[in-house]
T-cell receptor, first 114, second 112 residues
Framework: DVKVTQSSRYLVKRTGEKVFLECVQDMDHENMFWYRQDPGLGLRLIYFSYDVKMKEKGDIPEGYSVSREKKERFSLILESASTNQTSMYLC?????????????FGPGTRLTVT | GENVEQHPSTLSVQEGDSAVIKCTYSDSASNYFPWYKQELGKRPQLIIDIRSNVGEKKDQRIAVTLNKTAKHFSLHITETQPEDSAVYFCAATNSGYSTLTFGKGTMLLVSP
């Protein structure tokens, strides 16, 4: 069974803080993704990575950065958290870069920025 | 980039009825169309997918149809049950990368 885990289920941070969200997958997947989920807006792609130290911007990268130092770990960084970054953050992974396979999601981190 | 529109945003049915959720996409190069189900408080999970060389795919009570000419695809759930209540997301591939663009979701409520 593929397992995607995220470091926290709930997180409360203050405006201006630096926030790290971590995601780990145990199935040797090449691709990893970060989404944010907001009511009525669905899942929007923030960043993705298809290899170690590789990263690509998604649809809404502003205010975020990512790090992938190891194949199994993909981190999302909010350099200076703002209230409009209050959201549910979902990490996902999938098998190949050049072929589309099922994306496996983590349980999500609900981030509140006050 | 790809744009995926999903309708309706909410759908209420009686147990045993059928439910249909429709999506349209904009990128004619899209070739993979998955559907994800997200139960309350849970992570999204793939329930069925279809590739561009196939017009229809079934798995027990769920089916997906694809019309590439019209650039739309639909999820059909027959004999709905209360446990089908969830948010359903359609998605389509983005050309060039192995990424997906998701629709905004449909909240399906099945009443006993």
């Amino acid at each position: 069974d593929v397992k995607v885990t995220q470091s926290s289920r709930y997180l409360v941070k203050r405006t201006g803080e630096k926030v790290f969200l971590e995601c780990v997958q145990d199935m040797d997947h090449e691709n990893m993704f970060w989404y944010r989920q907001d009511p009525g807006l669905g899942l929007r792609l923030i960043y993705f990575s298809y290899d170690v130290k590789m990263k690509e911007k998604g649809d809404i990268p502003e205010g975020y950065s990512v790090s992938r130092e190891k194949k199994e770990r993909f981190s999302l960084i909010l350099e200076s958290a703002s209230t409009n970054q209050t959201s549910m953050y979902l990490c996902a992974s999938s098998l190949w870069r050049t072929a589309i396979y099922e994306q496996y999601f983590g349980p999500g981190t609900r981030l509140t920025v006050t | 980039g790809e744009n995926v529109e999903q309708h309706p945003s909410t759908l209420s049915v009686q147990e045993g009825d059928s439910a249909v959720i429709k999506c349209t996409y904009s990128d004619s190069a899209s070739n993979y169309f998955p559907w994800y189900k997200q139960e309350l408080g849970k992570r999204p999970q793939l329930i069925i997918d279809i590739r561009s060389n196939v017009g229809e795919k079934k798995d027990q009570r769920i089916a997906v149809t694809l019309n590439k000419t019209a650039k739309h695809f639909s999820l059909h759930i027959t004999e709905t049950q209360p446990e089908d209540s969830a948010v359903y997301f359609c998605a389509a591939t983005n050309s060039g990368y192995s990424t997906l663009t998701f629709g905004k979701g449909t909240m399906l409520l099945v009443s006993p």
